[in-house]
């Protein structure tokens, strides 16, 4: 069994990606009290991915190594993103809540086999560019730690001479980092979140990040061109109006062309609420279904226009400026607007309807959007699975066993 451990666990999206890769989290790190609740009620619930997940409710920083097993095959966490986020204040490393430099210091002690690093689209910015590249660096040489009074620019010009000389200088992992829209990998959610991947050099790993599985032009073909979306939601032709007025140019080249990427469709709000009821005008708790409770408030306005139903969502907003706002609400065929629910919400996010989130709609709901999306996280962490399979196959073929 492959062993992990997840830092920064909020909601538990990367773990339940993890998880479901084929790594067992021995524990979750989370600091906020509404996502430690949600990960300690779905493991008292005895939800099946996180039943046996050790939760340990405080900040990275105060980790308690010996109680973590040696041998890990990969660290995992998405540290804190408003530094870095386009709907924050861009402080990046002056802001407290940067932990890349946490993050490393566990690799340090840790060495695991891997580590996955998940963030907001917002560190590719270029005014980040020269700190991202300091990132890379100390996540490549995690033991090569800043020094007292060392600014991070200084670390940064030691790290490089560390690069290229000679000597021991501690573990290495060779690093490889993109840029991903969750929509290519199955989620409803127009979603990018940029992953920094690492193997340790000892591995001998030559790895790719996965290929896309869904895609825009896929989910057209079926819309506009076949006509199986429509059907599938026996939504009439009446209902269904014409091409919209920006994609007619792009629908008649698949037309013409006749071509197919081999990618399944994107992944729409209609498809992944479609076999949820409508949540109670009452806004009382619909039967049956957890976090499933009508949220008044919504509303159009410059700049937050909603998601329509047939598209993947816009990627869900955490906090005051994303509730509120109006980003998080689905817009409906003839132009009226309601917020999602917590567990439509989840659906974007790809957490299963067994798993629920504990806290006001205004906790919840940040919690789904600082969340990465389950699929995406399921994706990439199962690519890194295979390449430790295959270096232990490799391993025993070549030596008789694992070392």
């Known amino acids: 069994?492959?062993?992990?451990?997840?830092?920064?666990?909020?909601?538990?999206?990367?773990?339940?990606?993890?998880?479901?890769?084929?790594?067992?989290?021995?524990?979750?790190?989370?600091?906020?009290?509404?996502?430690?609740?949600?990960?300690?009620?779905?493991?008292?619930r005895g939800f099946p991915l996180v039943k046996d997940l050790r939760v340990v409710c405080g900040d990275v920083r105060d980790l308690d190594y010996e109680s973590i097993p040696s041998g890990l095959d990969l660290v995992s966490g998405g540290p804190p993103c408003q530094?870095?986020?386009?709907?924050?204040?861009?402080?990046?490393?002056?802001?407290?809540?940067?932990?890349?430099?946490?993050?490393?210091?566990?690799?340090?002690?840790?060495?695991p086999r891997s580590f996955i690093i998940e963030n907001v689209k917002g560190l590719t910015r270029a005014a980040f560019a020269n700190y991202v590249a300091y990132i890379e660096h100390r996540v490549s040489m995690p033991e090569i730690s800043q020094k007292p009074g060392e600014t991070w620019q200084e670390h940064l010009k030691r790290l490089e001479r560390e690069k290229t000389s000679t000597g021991d200088h501690g573990v290495r992992y060779n690093v490889a980092r993109q840029l991903f829209n969750a929509a290519d990998y199955g989620a409803p959610q127009k979603?990018?979140?940029?992953?920094?991947?690492?193997?340790?050099?000892?591995?001998?790993?030559?790895?790719?990040?996965?290929?896309?599985?869904?895609?825009?032009?896929?989910?057209?073909?079926?819309?506009?061109?076949t006509g199986e979306y429509w059907d599938r939601h026996q939504v009439s032709k009446r209902a269904r109006g014409s091409v919209p007025e920006r994609l007619r140019?792009?629908?008649?080249?698949?037309?013409?062309?006749?071509?197919?990427?081999?990618?399944?469709?994107?992944?729409?709000?209609?498809?992944?609420?479609?076999t949820l009821p409508e949540p109670r005008s009452d806004g009382r708790q619909t039967a049956g279904i957890a976090n499933h409770r009508f949220q008044p408030g919504a509303r159009?306005?410059?700049?937050?226009?909603?998601?329509?139903?047939?598209l993947p969502s816009k990627a869900l907003k955490a906090g005051d400026h994303g509730v509120p706002g109006g980003e998080n609400m689905?817009?409906?065929?003839?132009?009226?607007?309601?917020?999602?629910?917590?567990?439509?919400?989840?659906?974007?996010?790809?957490?299963?309807?067994?798993?629920?989130?504990?806290?006001?709609?205004?906790?919840?709901?940040?919690?789904?959007?600082?969340?990465?999306?389950?699929?995406?996280?399921?994706?990439?962490a199962s690519s890194v699975a295979q390449k430790?399979?295959?270096?232990d196959l490799a391993r025993i073929a070549k030596h008789g066993k694992l070392h």
């Open 83 to 111: 530094p870095f986020s386009i709907g924050g204040k861009h402080r990046a490393f002056e802001d407290e809540r940067d932990m890349f430099s946490a993050f490393a210091d566990v690799v340090a002690r840790l060495k």
């Open 330 to 380: 689905m817009v409906k065929p003839n132009g009226e607007v309601r917020y999602f629910t917590v567990r439509e919400s989840a659906r974007l996010q790809g957490f299963p309807d067994g798993y629920v989130f504990h806290g006001a709609w205004s906790e919840t709901m940040r919690q789904l959007g600082n969340a990465v999306p389950v699929m995406l996280a399921h994706s990439v």
């Open 388 to 391: 430790l399979l295959e270096a």
């Open 249 to 274: 140019g792009r629908v008649e080249r698949l037309r013409v062309l006749n071509s197919n990427d081999g990618c399944l469709p994107w992944q729409t709000v209609r498809d992944a609420l479609q």
């Open 1 to 44: 069994m492959l062993k992990s451990i997840e830092l920064f666990a909020g909601a538990g999206g990367l773990a339940l990606g993890t998880e479901l890769a084929g790594f067992h989290a021995v524990a979750a790190i989370e600091r906020d009290k509404w996502a430690c609740e949600t990960l300690e009620e779905n493991k008292s």
């Open 191 to 225: 979603r990018e979140r940029v992953f920094i991947v690492g193997f340790r050099e000892d591995q001998d790993v030559h790895w790719n990040f996965p290929d896309p599985t869904h895609s825009f032009d896929a989910l057209l073909r079926e819309q506009w061109i």
């Open 300 to 310: 159009v306005y410059k700049g937050h226009t909603g998601s329509p139903i047939d």
